[in-house]
């Protein structure tokens, strides 16, 4: 058990276990990566949805899923492990034409960013790819084929996996409980196991993060918000290359649930309740079934015979900043804290771009690949925020 470490990282999901990789990969091994839980998964990352879209509204988010997509689809390559990603594609349906209008608004700014594959359906070729839905008010939609479905939990295992063949210490089960900083930068970590000195530390603890944060005497605008998802089984079969489908009028969106490449009628199915307010708490309320389903009912009718998977049905945390942007680099004012936190739901699918950034950052000085330095957290100081408007 090592008592000091080149890198900290404090906290096991997706996130975490990226940046041990992106860093092992680099040859620095030296890593011990600290989870409060006594697995990993256990937190956010297992609650997910599992998707992974280059659909967004501002120029870094795009970039940021254009690096991760790419990474997904070459995954068991660079690390041996797979992460079950299928690109079924990402389906968004517009209701009104404010809804068209923005289409085309995000399709120019992703174009401009090189994601030149993004298709402008009409009605019927909405209807004709998923036939199940109701499509009498759909006006069009958005279908970005690269866009697609992955195992989160598989991912996270992938990433971990590697970097402790390559000589990364998990610590699971590990509390980190101070922080140590000396001359304006780290110094090292406390932890219910010991101490390990180092220069170091990555932030990645999800909802968590502003606790973490606070630690090293920085705050951090990350609210948790809990999101609910319902595992059904369908009364009629759904493609086996069923994509990802968005009603922009409501938020609900729905996928596969197997994993499986094959025809299915197991669904796994999303709405952002608005009536969700902030907090911790990850309880599954059996009470958001019916009103989940009336909502879904509308778009996909053939759900109301769907019989509720029970076991399917869980809650997880949304990592809220105000902007809905991820808050990546280095902690203004505390050398060598380093802050992958704020994702607003899209952890899991910019997990591989971020665990490049922060190794770069780590071991360069600067993220090489992609210009991260507007999701800096002086930007909440500095007025200079985002608006990132493609959030689920």
């Avoid at 680099?26 to 990993?40: D, H, I, K, L, S």
């Avoid at 802050?339 to 490049?356: C, D, E, I, K």
């Avoid at 993220?367 to 800096?376: A, C, E, F, K, M």
Wanted: with cysteine; glycine share 12%.
């Amino acid at each position: 058990m090592r008592n000091t470490a080149d890198v900290v990282i404090i906290g096991g999901g997706i996130v975490g276990a990226s940046v041990a990789y992106h860093l092992a990969a680099a040859g620095c091994t030296n890593v011990v990566v600290v989870e409060r839980a006594a697995q990993v998964g256990a937190g956010s990352t297992g609650q997910a949805t599992g998707g992974a879209r280059a659909q967004f509204a501002t120029p870094i988010n795009i970039r940021m899923s254009r690096y991760s997509i790419d990474f997904f689809a070459r995954f068991e390559e660079a690390t041996g492990h797979t992460a079950g990603y299928r690109p079924n594609g990402y389906l968004f349906l517009a209701t009104s034409k404010q809804h068209l209008v923005y289409l085309k608004e995000t399709g120019e700014q992703q174009w401009a960013e090189g994601l030149i594959n993004v298709e402008h359906l009409s009605t019927a070729e909405i209807a004709r790819l998923v036939p199940q839905l109701r499509v009498d008010d759909v006006l069009g939609g958005a279908f970005g084929p690269t866009d697609g479905l992955l195992s989160p939990v598989s991912a996270l295992r992938g990433f971990l996996g590697r970097a402790r063949e390559s000589g990364v210490e998990l610590w699971a089960g590990t509390e980190v409980t101070a922080i140590d900083v000396d001359g304006g930068s780290v110094a090292g970590v406390t932890t219910s196991r010991g101490r390990i000195a180092t220069r170091a530390v990555v932030n990645a603890a999800g909802a968590w993060a502003a606790q973490v944060a606070r630690l090293a005497g920085v705050e951090l605008p990350v609210t948790p918000l809990r999101r609910q998802l319902v595992g059904v089984r369908a009364s009629v079969e759904f493609a086996p290359d069923l994509p990802m489908v968005i009603d922009m009028a409501t938020g609900f969106h729905f996928r596969p649930h197997t994993q499986e490449n094959i025809a299915t009628r197991d669904l796994l199915l999303a709405w952002p309740d608005p009536d969700e307010t902030p907090d911790d708490d990850t309880t599954f309320e059996p009470a958001f079934i019916p009103k989940f389903l009336k909502v879904a009912n509308k778009r996909v009718p053939c759900l109301a015979g769907a019989k509720v998977d029970p076991a399917s049905c869980r809650a997880g945390l949304y990592e809220m900043t105000p902007d809905r942007h991820a808050i990546i680099g280095e902690a203004p004012g505390v050398g060598g804290f380093f802050l992958a936190n704020g994702f607003s739901g899209h952890g899991v699918m910019h997990s591989p771009a971020t665990g490049r950034a922060i190794s770069d950052l780590i071991l360069h000085g600067e993220s090489r690949l992609i210009d991260i330095s507007p999701l800096g957290l002086e930007r909440f100081t500095t007025g200079r925020l985002l608006a990132e408007t493609s959030v689920l």
